[in-house]
């Protein structure tokens, strides 16, 4: 069970990491202008997915579809 958590925190990190790096790229690199409030709802959605996930795992069946057994 912890280790299903700890492959899932994982997970959310490189994906955390991931969008993080599109933000930038297209803020800094290709110079498109994002609202905050756009990232803000980005970031917003990405915490509740994230919460989610967790509370799927700790009181479902003990793996995330998509993912396999972590």
Known sequence: MIESVIGLLIWVCVIA????LVQWVLTSVIGIPLPEKVVQILWVIFGLIVILMLVRLLLGSGHMPGLGRL
């Open 17 to 20: 990491l991931v969008l993080y």
